[in-house]
Structure formats: C-alpha cells, structure tokens
C-alpha cells in the first residue's frame, strides 16, 4: 500500500518542481549586450541584448548599481579598486573556476532569471542569479551569454518609442537625451548633450570614429541638448560633410561624418 501511495505522489512532486525557475531547459540563442538605455516613462535602466542570429532583441529592467557596473564594462573604465563584481571574477579566477556561460532562462511575473554555468576540476555547477549581475559577470570574464527561446517569446518591447530613429537610419548610431541618469550610468561630469548609446558597424558614424558613450554637443555649429534636436540638425545637414562637436572619454573633439550626396 505504501509503494502505491508513493507511486502516486511522484508525478505530483515532478509535476510540482517542473514549476519552479530553471526546473526546466529550453533551447537557448546566443545574445551579446546591444546597448544600455534609460526608459524615459519610469527613468528605470535598460540593458537590451540581442540574439547574435536574427538579431532580435530582449530588453531587461535593472537597479542602477548593476546597470552601472555593465555600463563601466562596457566602456573599458578601470577603476583603482574592485567593485562587487570585479570581486566576483577575481574570486572565481582565484579558485580555478571558469565561466563556460550565463543564460537568461526565464521570465515570470515581469521578473527575469538566469543562471551561471561554473566548472571546476571535479564539476560543473549552476549558479542562480539575476540577469543583471550574471550579465555583469559574464563581460568581465567574457564569457558568452545566451537566452532562453522562452524569454524572448515573452519579451517586452524597448521602451518609448524610436526617438533616434532618423538619426540612426542616416547615420547608424542611436542617440538617447543625457539625463541625469545616463550621465551617472556613464559616468561623466557632461551635463548638456545627446550620449550615443550604440553605432552600427560599418556605418558613416563608425568610419568617423564616433564610439557609443561619446556626447555630442554641437552639430555643425549649432547647440545640442536632445534627440529631436540631433535629428533636425542631420535633416538640414547638406552633403559633403557634417561636424559633430563630442566629449570623447572626457575631453572634447570633433568628429566629420562624410554624408552621402
């Protein structure tokens, strides 16, 4: 009788762990980090990555001490000593340990999951995490990071709508005002100005060697202080050429963006 009863409870309690975060695998995609915004309704941080194939991308909502240590990532910033997880990869790195990967596995109830895959000499052991802090591992240790098939079918759109959209169809970069925010995310003093959050390879921004985290001021003479502002400016621009004024790692340049005829 006690097998029966016992018999009975197994596909309840597999049926009952099936449930919880990670209990279940589903096929992953490679992603990298796209860019870092700030939705411009609740002024919150937004890490958006994108698949490396089909390019789709997943938008997370994260704190600002994690969006700012991707952020400092990102733009190669050295600081004189460790943060949280510069700790976390010197510890890792200490004991021998090796970051094979970070999916994102799950979203449920508008919060995100994920895991890090961590092998040492005897094993591989999964680790969970928050995406945000997973992500800010994994670039540290540049470690690939994939997301759940799951997740992206469930993603939100990015926020607000495509402010840059002008600007990066002509130009192939994407711009975002510099809120108080971004400037802290980024860490730079610049009050006024547009931040160039991504540039497209190959486009007539990159060949100009304008950088994402770069600030542009000025556009062919004239003051910048929004996207809409950046973007009346390109529209007028007449070919050949079109002068942007940029603060470039803190110090300010110009950048001349050959326009097509």
């Known amino acids: 009788m006690k097998s029966r009863h016992y018999l009975l409870f197994v596909p309840l309690l597999l049926g009952w762990m099936s449930d919880l975060p990670g209990a279940q695998e589903s096929p992953s995609l490679e992603a990298r980090v796209k860019t870092m915004l700030i939705d411009p309704n609740s002024q919150t941080p937004v890490v958006v990555l994108e698949t490396v194939a089909g390019k789709k991308p997943l938008p997370i909502w994260i704190d600002v001490p994690e969006a700012r240590a991707i952020a400092l990532e990102l733009e190669h910033v050295s600081l004189p000593r460790p943060l949280t997880h510069d700790l976390i990869r010197n510890i890792l790195q200490s004991l021998g340990a090796t970051l094979q990967r970070v999916t994102i596995t799950e979203l449920r109830n508008n919060t995100y999951f994920a895991n890090l895959s961590l092998a040492t000499k005897e094993k591989v052991i999964q680790v969970d995490s928050r995406p945000s802090d ?12 994939f997301v759940s098939t799951q997740v992206l079918a469930k993603s939100k759109p990015l926020p607000g709508p495509g402010r840059a959209e002008q600007t990066q169809k002509k130009l192939g970069l994407q711009a975002q005002d510099l809120t108080a925010e971004l400037a802290k995310l980024f860490d730079t003093q610049q009050q006024k100005g547009v931040l160039v959050t991504d540039v497209a390879a190959g486009s007539l921004a990159t060949k100009a060697g304008l950088q994402r985290g770069d600030i542009i001021t000025k556009a062919n003479d004239q003051a910048i202080s929004s996207t809409t502002e ?21 110090k300010p340049t110009t950048v001349v963006i050959d326009l097509p005829s």
Do not use: D, F, Y
């Open 134 to 145: 997973a992500i800010a591992v994994a670039l540290r240790m540049k470690a690939p990071i």
């Open 230 to 250: 950046l973007e009346s400016a390109i529209q007028a621009a007449k070919a050949p050429q079109l002068k942007l004024e940029v603060i470039k790692k803190g």
